[in-house]
């Protein structure tokens, strides 16, 4: 057998291509150390929980409540109701204001991001604003709009809409001037950059923004209830702290980290599911 016969015999090394019509696998964390890191996490808190019944039984009930008179109290709010009309109340003014606040903070950072101009014209009352300790205002807000949901609207948003706000203009900024460029130089209208290449680009920057909002404005609703002080978790707050019931008072900040947990978690999916492209190059 001639060399030429030998090496024609030899297999030929096929190229790492996939063919046509094949997916690639999401690349992520084996489920072994998925589960494990589950574990891990299921076990820190029940050492958690475990410690703080031991030890708040030990502690005056006056100053420190424990998990189990905790749910005991829990159950009872529930019977009655006062838990789910606090709750609704609540979730109403949240829901709304986070609505307006995200409307008007990505409007407005998409605009003072892209145009020098209208960026010249209102930084200086962006950074005033957001430097200005927004909770010594909330005196001013009661009188503007008195005890009801109005003032706890207008404070929930303006503490929700600057994280936003100053999220989307650095996304914005952050666009790559190459692909702007390019969009211009293809006689891309304004409209057409603005939603194939800077919202695209600007996206995660966004998404970080709502986030942030997020614990913004629980943080908003909470302040505006303990002043107005008439419905709501925070109300309730006020009410059982004044009350000097501990375990009670516990019930609506647990609803409250529950809640900034679970609305910051959907927000992530939302995230996920709009821009997938960033989970999958991680």
């Known amino acids: 057998m001639s060399a030429q016969d030998a090496q024609a015999t030899q297999p030929v090394d096929e190229p790492d291509v996939l063919p046509a019509g094949a ?16 574990m891990v996490r299921l076990a820190s808190i029940v050492l958690v929980i475990g410690a703080w019944e031991a030890l708040g039984r030990r502690v005056d009930p006056l100053f420190m409540s424990y998990p189990s008179a905790i749910a005991v109290a829990g159950a009872q709010l529930l019977a009655t109701g006062e838990l789910l009309t606090a709750l609704y109340s609540s979730l109403r003014t949240l829901l709304l204001a986070f609505v307006i606040s995200s409307i008007a903070g990505i409007a407005l950072g998409l605009l003072i991001g892209r145009y020098r101009t209208i960026e010249a ?10 430097a200005t300790p927004l909770v010594a205002i909330v005196p001013l ?20 809409v600057f994280p936003i706000l100053i999220n989307t203009i650095a996304g914005v900024r952050n666009v790559p001037p190459a692909l702007i460029d390019v969009g211009a130089a293809f006689a891309a209208k304004e409209w057409q950059i603005f939603t194939k290449i800077i919202l695209p680009s600007a996206l995660p920057y966004m998404m970080t923004g709502l986030r942030l909002g997020i614990g913004r404005a629980i943080i908003g609703m909470v302040v ?23 375990a009670s008072m516990f019930v609506p900040i647990f609803v409250l980290m529950f809640l900034g947990v679970t609305l910051t978690a959907g927000v992530r999916y939302v995230e996920e599911w709009i821009a997938p492209w960033r989970y999958t190059e991680e």
């Open 23 to 38: 997916e690639i696998e999401d690349i992520g964390p084996p489920p072994r150390q998925k589960s494990r890191v589950w």
């Open 121 to 130: 014209a209102t930084d200086w009352l962006v950074n005033a604003l957001y």
């Open 141 to 160: 807000v009661v009188l503007w709009f008195g005890l009801g949901d109005g003032a706890k609207l207008f404070i929930v948003t303006i503490l929700a």
């Open 224 to 246: 505006a209830e303990f002043f107005t002080a008439i419905t709501g978790l925070g109300a309730l707050i006020v009410k059982y702290g004044n009350q000097y019931d501990t």
